[in-house]
C-alpha cells in the first residue's frame, strides 16, 4: 500500500542548529511528495513540494530532495530559528482514477530553544 | 481574500452523542476533504467531496458520513460518538479533480472531545 514513514519526535534543537527530518515512503507509481507544517493552534501550511525524481522543493531556508532509489525525502534547514517551532508532516499525492488524497505521516514535533 | 473555515472551534461532547462540523472552502474551490488528526496517529483520510458528491471516502466506521451543500460547504457528522472519536478535524479545499494535492489549503480546524 501506499504509506509514509517519518522520523518521531520529537527534536529539540538550539537556535542556529542544524536540521533533518527523515522521511521515506512506500508508494505504487510515482508520487508528488510534500511537507507541510502545523503552527501551534493553527491548520496545516505547505511548506514544500517535489512532482518527480530528483526535484529539489525548497522554502524559507528548508530544502528536501525526492529520491526515487532510496525513497526518501528528508526535511533540512541549515540554522533554525524559534520561530520554526512546529510540527512537520511529510505527505505523498496518491491520484487514482481521478480520485486525489494525501497520505501522511505522523508527524514530527520540533522545538527550538534560544 | 479569506481562508478555510470551519466552526465549532472546539466541541465538546458525550459518548453516544452525534456532533457535527462544518466548513467553508476558499471562494472558487468545488472540492472539501476532510481528515481525522487524533493523538499519535498523524492525519487520516476521512471524505472527499467534489461538486455536491462523495468521492472518496477513507477507512472509517459508516457512522462518519457528511454532505456538501450546493455552495459547496460542507459538513461532517459523527453519530454516535465514541471516546476515540477525540481529535482535532481538518478541512481542506481545493480546486478540484485534477488540480493535485498541492492546492489543498487547509483550515484551523475543529478540535472535538468526547467525553
Known amino acids: 500500500g501506499n504509506s509514509v514513514t517519518q522520523m518521531e519526535g520529537p527534536v529539540t534543537l538550539s537556535e542556529e542548529a542544524f536540521l533533518t527530518i527523515n522521511c521515506t515512503y512506500t508508494?505504487?507509481?510515482?508520487?508528488?511528495l510534500f511537507w507541510y507544517v502545523q503552527y501551534p493552534g493553527e491548520g496545516l501550511q505547505l511548506l514544500l513540494k517535489a512532482t518527480k525524481a530528483d526535484d529539489k522543493g525548497s522554502n524559507k531556508g528548508f530544502e528536501a530532495t525526492y529520491r526515487k532509489e532510496t525513497t526518501s525525502f528528508h526535511l533540512e534547514k541549515g540554522s533554525v530559528q524559534v520561530s520554526d517551532s512546529a510540527v512537520y508532516f511529510c505527505?505523498?499525492?496518491?491520484?487514482?482514477?481521478?480520485?486525489?488524497?494525501?497520505?501522511f505521516g505522523k508527524g514530527t514535533k520540533l522545538t527550538v530553544n534560544p | 481574500e479569506a481562508g478555510v473555515t470551519q466552526s465549532p472551534t472546539h466541541l465538546i461532547k458525550t459518548r453516544g452523542q452525534q456532533a457535527t462540523l462544518r466548513c467553508s472552502p476558499i471562494s472558487g474551490h468545488t472540492s472539501v476533504y476532510w481528515y481525522q488528526q487524533a493523538l499519535g496517529l498523524g492525519l487520516q483520510f476521512l471524505l472527499w467531496y467534489d461538486e455536491g458528491e462523495e468521492r472518496n471516502r477513507g477507512n472509517f466506521p459508516p457512522r462518519f458520513s457528511g454532505r456538501q451543500f450546493p455552495n459547496y460547504s460542507s459538513e461532517l457528522n459523527v453519530n454516535a460518538l465514541e471516546l476515540e472519536d477525540s481529535a482535532l478535524y481538518l478541512c481542506?479545499?481545493?480546486?478540484?479533480?485534477?488540480?493535485?494535492?498541492?492546492?489543498?489549503?487547509f483550515g484551523p480546524g475543529t478540535r472535538l472531545t468526547v467525553t
Open positions: 508508494a505504487t507509481g510515482y508520487p508528488s
Open positions: 481542506a479545499s481545493s480546486l478540484g479533480t485534477g488540480t493535485g494535492s498541492s492546492n489543498y489549503i
Open positions: 505527505a505523498l499525492d496518491i491520484t487514482q482514477g481521478g480520485s486525489e488524497k494525501l497520505v
